[in-house]
């Protein structure tokens, strides 16, 4: 099976990096073997335009049997625990659209623009298809905006809008927009560095999220690594 591993950036795989060093064969900068499956590494750079132009990109090179992205993000609601993992099951983009005179916003789902149900969107949200079948992780809803959230006010304006929406980050939508259009299979892989407030980085266990997004993916590529190619 040939497998791409995308991120960000450096520091949100790097652990997971180190382990593919000691763990697989390398073969060359960003790519490894073993038995059975190929893995690649794909570092986009933050943001919707820098991963749908460096996924889209890859993909033209390159055929992949599965794709999984790893991140953080930053959690809307306080019961989840700062450093847990979730499978994302879907994305939205949250901040294309018109703001009004009076400040509220008006997604490009609510103008004749674009049609909230055209492929890949189903009412304007991004689905992944597998993410119901999921056993080792739990799911949550995410949402992708070019700013990040950084007050307790504009955080509770999206909530309201978007009630679903657990998880905050920068790529996820655009991710899922790519492997939906090209047809494959993916996962998006997210752990909780923050909660979406009143913006206040001392409050943030940025070490702690990273370290459980890593072991997360790595058990994911052990079993992975174990599996046959008949298994896949």
């Not at 049997?65 to 994302?88: H, R, T, W």
């Not at 079948?133 to 309201?160: D, S």
Request: proline fraction near 3%; charged fraction near 20%.
């Amino acid at each position: 099976m040939n497998l791409l591993l995308t991120s960000a950036t450096y520091f949100e795989v790097n652990q997971t990096i180190n382990y593919l060093d000691k763990h697989w064969h390398k073969v060359s900068e960003g790519s490894w073997n073993s038995e059975n499956h190929e893995i690649h590494l794909l570092v986009t750079g933050v943001g919707v335009f820098n991963t749908l132009y460096e996924l889209k990109n890859r993909l033209n090179q390159f055929s992949y049997s599965l794709i999984i992205q790893a991140g953080i993000g930053g959690s809307y609601q306080k019961n989840k625990s700062l450093g847990k993992v979730y499978y994302m099951a879907t994305e939205r983009f949250g901040d294309i659209g018109m703001e009004q005179k009076d400040g509220s916003f008006t997604s490009i789902f609510e103008t004749p623009l674009l049609d909230k149900n055209s492929l890949p969107f189903k009412e304007g949200v991004l689905i992944n298809p597998e993410a119901t079948l999921t056993k080792f992780l739990p799911v949550a809803h995410g949402i992708t905006l070019n700013t990040v959230t950084g007050t307790q006010g504009k955080a509770e304006k999206i909530i309201e809008k978007y009630p679903e929406v657990e998880i905050e980050n920068m790529e996820g939508a655009s991710f899922f927009y790519v492997c939906l259009k090209e047809n494959i299979p993916f996962m998006s892989i997210r752990s909780i560095s923050n909660y979406v407030e009143d913006r206040n980085k001392e409050h943030w266990k940025m070490d702690e999220a990273i370290e459980s997004l890593n072991k997360t993916v790595t058990d994911l590529l052990e079993i992975i690594k174990d599996l046959s190619v008949n298994q896949v």
